[in-house]
């Protein structure tokens, strides 16, 4: 008997393991990983960015948002003063837009977000305010059941703020992806068409670690990493004195 109960406690505890870890049935689609603005062509005074949260379990989920800084611009203007120096963020969520320095959406009522089955959500919208600081300000928004805080599906977003257009191209047309990200020793550049080049790696101050010149007419190109420390990089291809496309890179 003695056994047996100990065998039930054990499955028992495994099953309840299991459903601890078990990820929430959410899925973040076509969220960008860096939004790259210039302070002398900024039109308006915040930089938006969005995307869709889509509900791909079989049960109805009540579904509520959190913000945390992984890395700010200085100065940056947090906890929020009204008029205060430094950038800021504010996000919208539902109904609601939540004001400047919110770490949660409403957890209960009509603006705590309810997903069915196979529901995509497309209110979500961060909302970054240079506010005339150029810097680098890295968001991560995550997405969890009321109280359900360890079990939750998270972005991570990088808004780099450079203070004029000259340090970026942004109507060139280059498409680039890093994999593996997170990476270890190695990376490999992928980009939509081969140019004469470099590809520079930069740390969350904007200062130039590394920069390798991009082989002549490839499109795929493998970087030793040898020399750059863990944490988060910002890698841009770049040509001509121009950054034509960047992307955030994290080594472990």
Same mark, same amino acid.
């Given at each position: ?20 870890? @078990? ?30 949260? !889509?509900?791909?379990?079989?049960? +109805? ?19 929020? $003063?009204?008029?205060?120096?430094? +950038? ?21 009522? +009509? ?25 680098? !300000? ?6 969890? !059941? ?30 680039? +992806? ?15 068409? @081969? ?27 493998? $970087? ?29």
């Amino acid at each position: 008997m003695k056994q047996l109960f100990m065998f039930c406690m054990s499955v028992c505890l495994v099953g309840a393991l299991n459903v601890a870890q @078990a990820q929430i049935s959410l899925e973040i689609l076509d969220a960008p990983d860096t939004v790259h603005v210039s302070l002398d062509t900024l039109s308006t005074i915040d930089v938006q960015a969005y995307w869709d949260v !889509t509900n791909v379990g079989e049960e +109805s989920l009540d579904v509520l948002v959190t913000r945390s800084f992984m890395e700010m611009a200085d100065p940056f203007n947090f906890p929020y $003063v009204e008029d205060g120096p430094g +950038s800021y963020e504010r996000f919208c969520w539902g109904p609601l837009c939540y004001p400047f320095g919110t770490v949660a959406s409403a957890d209960q009522g +009509s603006a705590l977000v309810t997903l069915a089955p196979a529901d995509t959500n497309d209110t979500f919208k961060a909302d970054f305010y240079p506010n005339g600081v150029a810097g680098v !300000t890295t968001i991560k928004y995550c997405y969890q !059941t009321p109280g359900n805080a360890s079990n939750a599906v998270c972005h991570e977003v990088t808004f780099v703020v450079d203070a004029t257009s000259d340090v970026t191209d942004l109507s060139s047309s280059v498409a680039c +992806s890093l994999m593996p990200n997170p990476a270890t020793d190695l990376v490999t550049l992928s980009m939509d068409r @081969a140019l004469d080049g470099v590809v520079e790696f930069r740390n969350l101050v904007g200062q130039v670690a590394m920069r390798e010149r991009i082989q002549p007419g490839v499109t795929q190109q493998v $970087v030793s990493l040898d020399g750059l420390t863990e944490g988060i990089w910002l890698v841009s291809v770049a040509s001509e004195g121009r950054v034509l496309a960047t992307q955030r890179l994290v080594i472990r």
